[in-house]
């Protein structure tokens, strides 16, 4: 792991008049950019060729005579050849004052141990914590869910015994950062839309094999986008930012039908796909935000305890609620989650409400920075 005092050392040498915000242009780059931007930072988007023309053409940043921006917020894109190819200019970006924010695209692309252990270059957020993003290591998000004794849906260990509705994790053979997800509530079930994924080539046996099952919580699902500030003196250290939600492929286009088309589906398309995207915006009964921030709170304490120093910045609980108002916690974002696009540049209700201003997650990590370079802080919040 790339030690933290390093990073620590090297943000010190950084000039903070010239601070850049980079990140990997995908997942919820724009939320950053367009985040940093309000917050007076210039941008750098680090693109794979062929993916650049959203940041370097229709979303790039023209600024006007006094360095405003006043059209677009990517200042800068690098294109690489590969993702993985950020590994090879390190030295300029530390050179250029960037402090790098990590996304899901990051880690997926770049690989986790390129990540702990090649990647120098200071990261606002918490490094450590990323791994526990990777399902089925020894501690990923449901390890640290269960020391916390934090809700989660119940594991079932063998197909075998599925005696009620279950959803099965696992990945997609041919998409491969997508996922390979189905239901089912019988064993009977199971083997059936294993064996049609299978034959479609929608996932391998040994992921199959791999695959963690878990109980169906029927219910609706709220992605709770916070965000934890170790720089905070005053007011409450964690904020709820924004709730989003997801639109999945093919799942959505499947909910959309009559159930008794549903049935006449050819083999081929029987079996609904969850691969994510985009999202949409969503509020909370107010009655319940109680429970959440107590699940927050948890989490974080959690993380402080095995994972120090603990989540830095933003954080997405991504949970579904039954019948009888309780949260389960189904997955764990320990950085910018992938739905805060959806409250860019407008903000969202909650963040707004309580920063007097649109507050989205992009704008609140780079005002984080700002707080923490006006108080000599910088140092407190990058890994």
């Not at 649109?358 to 919040?381: C, Q, V």
Request: net charge negative; with cysteine; charged share 30%.
């Amino acid at each position: 792991m790339f030690d933290r005092k390093l990073a620590q050392e090297l943000v010190e040498q950084y000039d903070v008049d010239r601070i850049k915000i980079g990140a990997i242009a995908s997942h919820s780059a724009l939320d950053v950019f367009d985040g940093a931007v309000e917050e007076g930072f210039e941008t750098v988007a680090y693109a794979q060729k062929g993916r650049e023309r959203t940041y370097a053409d229709y979303f790039r940043a023209k600024r006007n005579e006094n360095g405003n921006v006043v059209k677009g917020m990517v200042d800068e894109t690098v294109v690489l050849d590969r993702f993985r190819d950020i590994l090879k200019i390190q030295n300029k970006m530390v050179e250029e004052n960037v402090l790098f924010v990590p996304n899901r695209s990051f880690t997926s692309y770049i690989g986790i141990d390129a990540v702990e252990d090649e990647f120098h270059v200071p990261m606002v957020g918490s490094r450590n914590l990323l791994r526990s993003e990777e399902r089925g290591d020894e501690q990923d998000y449901y390890w640290i869910l269960e020391k916390a004794g934090l809700p989660f849906p119940e594991k079932i260990e063998n197909p075998k015994d599925i005696n009620e509705l279950v959803i099965v994790k696992l990945p997609h053979k041919v998409k491969k950062l997508e996922r390979g997800f189905f239901t089912a509530a019988s064993y009977k079930e199971y083997k059936e839309k294993a064996g049609n994924l299978l034959k479609h080539d929608v996932i391998t046996e040994e992921a199959l094999e791999n695959a963690r099952i878990e109980r169906y919580v029927i219910g609706p699902v709220f992605n709770f986008d916070f965000f934890y500030s170790p720089i905070e003196e005053e007011m409450p250290k964690l904020e709820l930012l924004g709730i989003d939600w997801r639109f999945e492929t093919s799942l959505d286009g499947h909910v959309r039908l009559p159930a008794p088309q549903q049935m006449t589906l050819p083999e081929h398309q029987l079996v609904p796909e969850y691969t994510v995207t985009g999202h949409n915006s969503a509020t909370l009964r107010e009655s319940l935000l109680e429970k959440v921030f107590k699940l927050a709170e948890t989490y974080v304490k959690a993380t402080q305890e095995y994972y120090a120093p603990g989540i830095i910045g933003p954080f997405c609980l991504q949970t579904t609620v039954d019948k009888d108002l309780n949260f389960y916690i189904y997955d764990v974002a320990p950085r910018i989650g992938g739905g805060t696009n959806v409250h860019m540049s407008v903000g969202h209700p909650y963040g707004n409400a309580l920063w007097r201003k649109p507050m989205s997650t992009g704008r609140r990590l780079a005002m984080e920075i700002r707080r923490a370079i006006e108080t000599d802080k910088l140092k407190e919040i990058v890994t």
